[in-house]
């Protein structure tokens, strides 16, 4: 539950010129920076549905300005399909942190109210530095009355998320689980600003595109927790900005894919090659996995459990994955060049668009310590934008079993819209 912290006006006004004089954040427009955005993104997330001690993932949502904000909220499964979406409003300088249990276990999300939903100010409080408004369109939407997922439809949102069979749609929408029957649900999570409260995802872009705003004022930070484990790892959320007129028609967005390529949401596109360090051994005795998303070409839909993934593109093919150790030495993975010496038997596999890969077993790094070269463009070229280049996140966790973990977003080499060349090979 949120608090409100009551200060004088002598404070307050001291805090107010502090905020008037602090120089803005500098951004760069295309790349993917730490500054307040309109678009956030949690890449993957992990929750063990059975056990309160296992898995956890929790987020936050921050509002950067004294203006109040509205905030949509998107699940999505690993294979990209929404699954939920809620409103989030936020007043001036406010934040909420959502646990992802908490949705997927209990039905709640976050109660939030506007102005016009709450004038006595007990389920979204005003700050004295913060605006407070009216959103019309959230009366009778905001505030949530938890639980607000009931039962059956949570029982759907966990088969979906975990690869089983929904007990209501009869169908799949994300990876099958392994071990076969493990019940982590796992996926993606997107917040956009948006103008109104809407029932509306990304996928229907000629619905959802009135709602979209360019309001760069988010910002937000994520962590894992496993309790059971004893350890926690967590970063920045990917702040994605908007800028209604730095794209033209042809350009790669965040959204492109959405809207025929035609720029229309304005966001910056995130990179397609990556850099990470990778270990095992040492204090770090867990290892290294790769928390990664993927870009796909179309929007998707639930699918036939007999199938393994999305038919209009599953699996996502690679387009090179080179593995170095300290020495220099490398192993080309993935798609290799004919009659190449280097080139690995086993073919690299990061078939979803959210996953968890380990370095060893995903990856076949053959060494212990060094790094990886992720070039996750697809091999065919990508109608909508005529070219190859496809967004993707990469975050590097390391784990010393059952005593701590770290966890970071790895280097990005490039962006979609000037996308990095594979590492030449002899």
């Known amino acids: 539950m949120k608090r409100s912290i009551g200060i004088s006006l002598t404070l307050a006004g001291t805090l107010a010129g502090l905020v008037a004089l602090a120089a803005p954040a500098a951004a760069v427009m295309g790349t993917i920076d730490n500054v307040p955005a309109a678009t956030l993104m949690l890449p993957y997330f992990e929750v063990d549905l059975d056990n309160a001690q ?119 929408a994300g990876a099958k689980a392994n071990p076969v029957g493990a019940r982590i649900a796992r996926g993606y999570v997107t917040m956009d600003t948006v103008n109104a409260c809407n029932v509306f995802f990304p996928g229907d872009w000629s619905l959802y595109a009135p709602f979209v705003t360019d309001q760069n004022v988010l910002w937000g930070d994520w962590f894992m927790v496993n309790p059971g484990e004893s350890f926690a790892q967590g970063d920045m959320l990917v702040h994605i900005e908007s800028c209604a007129s730095c794209f033209v028609p042809g350009d790669h967005t965040f959204y492109g894919r959405y809207n025929g390529g035609t720029a229309d949401d304005g966001r910056e596109p995130l990179p397609t090659t990556w850099a990470s ?41 690679t387009n090179q994955v080179v593995i170095f150790d300290e020495a220099e030495q490398a192993l080309l993975g993935g798609t290799c060049l004919p009659g190449d010496p280097m080139c690995g038997e086993e073919e690299i596999s990061i078939p979803n668009e959210a996953q968890r890969i380990d370095v060893h077993d995903g990856l076949l790094a053959p060494f212990n310590f060094g790094w990886v070269y992720l070039n996750l463009q697809h091999p065919e070229v990508n109608p909508i934008y005529g070219d190859n280049a496809a967004q993707a996140w990469v975050i590097a966790v390391m784990d010393a079993s059952g005593r701590f973990s770290v966890g970071y977003d790895v280097l990005q080499l490039d962006s979609a819209n000037d996308p990095a060349d594979p590492i030449a090979t002899p």
């Open 277 to 317: 360090r990778y270990i095992e051994g040492g204090a770090f005795n867990g290892g290294t996995s790769l928390l990664i998303w993927r870009e796909g070409n179309n929007s998707t839909s639930a699918y036939s459990c007999a199938q393994q993934g999305p038919p209009s593109w599953y699996p996502l093919p």
């Open 54 to 172: 296992g898995i956890n993932t929790l987020f936050s949502i921050n509002n950067s300005a004294a203006s109040a904000v509205l905030v949509k909220v998107l699940v999505w499964t690993d294979q990209s399909v929404p699954v939920v979406g809620f409103n989030v409003y936020l007043t001036g300088y406010d934040v909420q942190t959502i646990s992802m249990r908490d949705i997927l276990v209990l039905g709640n999300v976050p109660r939030t109210a506007s102005d016009g939903q709450d004038p006595s100010d007990t389920i979204s409080p005003q700050g004295v530095l913060s605006q407070d408004i009216n959103i019309a369109s959230c009366t009778g939407n905001l505030p949530y009355t938890n639980p607000a997922i009931d039962a059956a439809f949570r029982a759907h949102l966990q088969a979906w998320l975990t690869g089983n069979e929904s007990p209501t749609t009869h169908n799949c």
